[in-house]
């Protein structure tokens, strides 16, 4: 059964720990809430199922009942002892002490490595988590990469938008660009502060992420590309090409796009084209 707020704050008392914000931690008080996310996981016995930051194990507990295996990956050292004594005796619970993330753009490699073992038994691997919010970005594209079919979180409001965004807003950007073509991007709903403790500042959202991978092994050159191009997001596509170092009017040429234009106007499709022509 999913933890109360008291609940939380007693077994962080028993580990000596409080919410750390290097951490980006905000523990999931809202017990529908903790439904919910397992719920947009789609989760069954079949499952490898990744969390990261899983806290005090809410969540963890919930999913444990409903998956085959549950890795979950916790940084605080004092929440990932309270976890091995709590959950250490289910079997089907394994625990990962560290960052999920080796680099900006790069899986810790045991987390890689459980990932491609489940892909090679064809075992289906899914994130569901409450993400820390500070690693949700760089995290959601390095799993969609490494080929997590589906992926199922919380996250900042403004992140979630920024996933889902279209061409020529405001939200729109690299992030948005790798998610669309990497998967299918839903925001389920959005979540009030109060649903966390420490509340945040913020608003929250449920999303969930549907593996459709349109880059293979171009994801890596392509997200350079784009992150490139969007580094000179207000000047004219013409002039954003050659002076990321392409040959400008090949591209145009071949991708019949009007250099006028800029790249935060073009789909995440014609940004392919685009890539495609300069490559």
Do not use: C
Request: aromatic share 6%.
């Amino acid at each position: 059964m999913p933890q109360t707020k008291h609940q939380i704050e007693s077994l962080l008392a028993e580990a000596g720990a409080g919410p750390r914000p290097q951490f980006g931690q905000n523990f999931m008080i809202d017990q529908n809430l903790v439904r919910a996310v397992a719920d947009a996981g789609r989760v069954s016995g079949d499952d490898l199922v990744i969390e990261v930051g899983p806290g005090t194990g809410t969540l963890t507990e919930e999913l444990l009942d409903r998956a085959g295996q549950v890795l979950a990956v916790e940084i605080d050292r004092g929440l990932a002892a309270l976890l091995r004594k709590n959950l250490g005796n289910r079997p089907n619970f394994s625990l990962l002490e560290g960052d999920a993330l080796a680099g900006k753009h790069e899986l810790d490699p045991q987390l890689l490595d459980a990932i491609v073992e489940a892909r090679k038994s064809r075992r289906p691997v899914k994130l569901v988590a409450n993400l820390p919010y500070n690693i949700a970005s760089p995290l959601v594209i390095e799993m969609l990469v490494a080929g997590t079919e589906l992926l199922a979180f919380t996250v900042q409001k403004e992140v979630a938008d920024r996933l889902a965004a279209a061409a020529g807003t405001a939200e729109y950007g690299p992030l948005s660009v790798m998610a669309q073509l990497l998967g299918r991007v839903e925001v389920l709903r959005k979540l009030p502060p109060q649903a966390f403790w420490p509340a945040p500042k913020i608003e929250s959202a449920l999303a969930r992420l549907s593996r459709d991978d349109r880059l293979g092994p171009r994801a890596r050159p392509f997200s350079a590309f784009v992150h490139a191009l969007f580094s000179f997001r207000r000047k004219m596509l013409r002039r954003a090409l050659a002076q990321a170092g392409w040959n400008a009017e090949a591209a145009l040429s071949a991708t019949g796009f009007d250099g006028k234009m800029r790249a935060e106007e073009l789909s995440p499709q014609s940004l392919l084209r685009l890539f495609l022509a300069v490559s």
